[in-house]
DNA sequence: CTTTTTGAATGGTTAAACCATTATTATGGT
DNA sequence: ACCATAATAATGGTTTAACCATTCAAAAAG
C-alpha cells in the first residue's frame, strides 16, 4: 500500500463546493497523479488543503466512494484509498434499473444471449491453439462431472469456459457486459434447483461443439450455439417465471 | 409535480449510519412507496424522522444523488426529488473506465458494432409494415439531405435512424447499451470533419440496404450491413487516433 | 394591473467537539 | 526472551448549532 501522494489541489469556489472537490480529486485520479493503491490525506488534513469544513470534504468523499474511485476504511492507518474501476458500479446500476422496472428479465436474457454469442465469434477469430487447449482441458473437466452426476461443479466449469472464452475474445467492454449481465441475472438463474443430468448432457454437448467450431475457425457457428446455449436457459426461466403467477 | 410522500422510515443502528438511510431510502423507491416525481421532505424534517444529524443525512443524501434516484433543487420550494432511473449513471461510470485507462476506444467501437448488429437483427424479425414505413421515410429524407450535401442534416437522420431501429428491436437493454456506447464514443467520431460527399453516399447506401433487408425479412443480411456500417466509422476513428501519435 | 420589494423556505457550509474502530506500542507476567 | 494483554494514538463517524445563498411567492408600491 503506497503512502500519501502529493497532488497540487487547488482551492475552491463554484456553486456546490464538494462537486468542485469531487472534480478536483477525480481528475487527479483520472490522470494518474492518483494510482490505485495511494492514499489519500487524512480528512482534517485533506480539509485544510482545500480550505473547507470537514462535513462539505465528507460529502465530496461519499460521492468519489459511490462512483468507485475510492475505498474508505476506519481506524489507524484507514482513510481513503484510490481504487481501480472495476465493475461493481455497472452491476450496481444495471440492478438498479431491473428493479425499478426499467428493465425486464426478459430484456437481460436476450441481451446475455446476444453478447455470449458475439463473444464466441469473436473468440473463434483470435484463439490461438494454446488457447483451444485450455478450452479443450475444460470441457474435458465438465464432461467427467456429468458421467459423475456433479451439479455444481459442472456449473462452476460452465462458468469457467464462458470466462475464458471472454478472455480469449480480447474486448475488456464484452467481458464487462458480460459479467454484470450474469451478476444480475443469477439470482433467476439459482432457481434451477432441478438441474437435471439430461440438462447437463444438453448443456455439456453445446461446450464440446462450440469449442469443435472453434477449432474448425467457424465463428459464425460457435456464435450460433452459444446462442443457443444460453437461450435454452432464459427459457427455462421464463418458463419458470410465468409458473409462478 | 406530486407532494411529500409519508413512507414509515425507521430509526437506524448500523455501523455506518449514513449507509442504512441510503438503503431505507432506496428500498422506499425501488418498491414504488416513493415514486418518481415525490419529493422528499425537507432536510430538516428528514433529520428528525431518521433521528440522526444533518450533516449525516446529507451524506445519505449525495449517495443517493450520485446513484441517479434522487435529484436535489436549491431554494424554496427545492429539495430531493425521486428520479426515473435513467443511463446518465452508466455513461459516466463506463466514461470513467475508459478515462482510467479500463477500457480502450477501440474495445468500445467493436462492442458497438456487435450491438448494432443485433438490434438490426432483432428489428428485421419484430418490424411491423408501419415500422418499415418510418425507416423508409427517414432514409428517403437521407437521401434528399445527401443530394443536398447537407452533412449535418444527414448525420442527424443518421442518428434517428439507429435510434428507431433501437425501438423496434424492442429490448430496453439494448437501447441503453446502444445510447451509452454512443455518447462515450462520440467525441472520437466528432474528430470526422471531413465527412465528405462520398462517406455520405456510402452510408446513405448502408441505411438503404439495411431497411431492404428488413423488408426482405433477412435478419443476419440486416445485421451484416450494420455491423459494417459502425466498421467503417471504427476503422476512420482508429486511423486517426494512429496519425495522432 | 404590473412591477418591485421583501420575507420565508430550503439546500449549502462552517465550527468545534465527541464517539467508535483499529493498528501500534508499551507493559507485564512467564 | 517471548507472548498475551492493556494503554495509546490515529483515523473515520456523528452530533450540534449556527449562519450563508438561492429561489419562489406573497406583499407592497407604482
Known amino acids: 500500500m503506497a503512502l500519501k501522494v502529493k497532488a497540487d489541489f487547488q482551492k475552491v469556489k463554484k456553486n456546490r463546493i464538494f ?26 488534513e485533506l480539509r485544510e488543503t482545500f480550505n ?42 444495471l440492478g438498479l434499473m431491473i428493479r425499478s422496472g426499467t428493465l425486464s428479465v426478459q430484456d437481460i436474457g436476450e441481451f ?5 454469442g458475439q463473444i464466441a465469434r469473436l473468440a473463434t477469430r483470435r484463439a490461438t491453439p494454446e488457447d ?20 455444481e461443479a459442472f456449473l462452476d466449469i460452465d462458468q469457467a469456459v464462458h470466462k475464458e472464452m471472454g478472455r480469449i ?24 434447483l432441478d438441474f437435471t443430468q439430461k440438462r447437463m448432457e444438453e448443456n455439456l454437448l453445446d461446450l464440446q461443439r462450440i469449442v469443435k467450431a472453434m477449432q474448425d475457425q467457424q465463428p459464425r457457428e460457435a456464435a450460433r450455439i452459444a446462442e443457443q446455449h444460453v437461450s435454452r436457459f432464459n427459457e427455462r426461466m421464463l418458463k419458470k417465471e410465468s409458473l409462478g403467477h
Do not use: C, W
Not at 446475455?112 to 455470449?116: C, F, H, K, L, S
Not at 467492454?173 to 444480475?184: E, G, I, K, S, T
Open 19 to 44: 462537486q468542485d472537490v469531487v472534480d478536483q480529486i477525480q481528475e487527479a485520479i483520472l490522470n494518474r497523479t492518483l494510482r490505485p493503491g495511494d492514499m489519500l490525506p487524512p480528512e482534517r
Open 52 to 93: 473547507i469544513s470537514r462535513g462539505t470534504l465528507r460529502e465530496s468523499l461519499r460521492v468519489l466512494e459511490q462512483k468507485g474511485l475510492i475505498e474508505i476504511r476506519l481506524g489507524t492507518g484507514g482513510g481513503a484509498m484510490v481504487k481501480n474501476a472495476g465493475t461493481e458500479q455497472l452491476t450496481e446500476t
Open 112 to 116: 446475455r444471449q446476444g453478447i455470449e
Open 132 to 151: 483451444i487447449a485450455i478450452l479443450e482441458d475444460l470441457v474435458e473437466n465438465a464432461r467427467v462431472k456429468t458421467s459423475q452426476g456433479a451439479v
Open 169 to 192: 475474445a480480447g474486448n475488456a467492454l464484452y467481458q464487462y457486459a458480460a459479467q454484470v449481465v450474469h451478476d444480475n441475472i443469477r439470482k433467476y438463474y439459482d432457481n434451477f
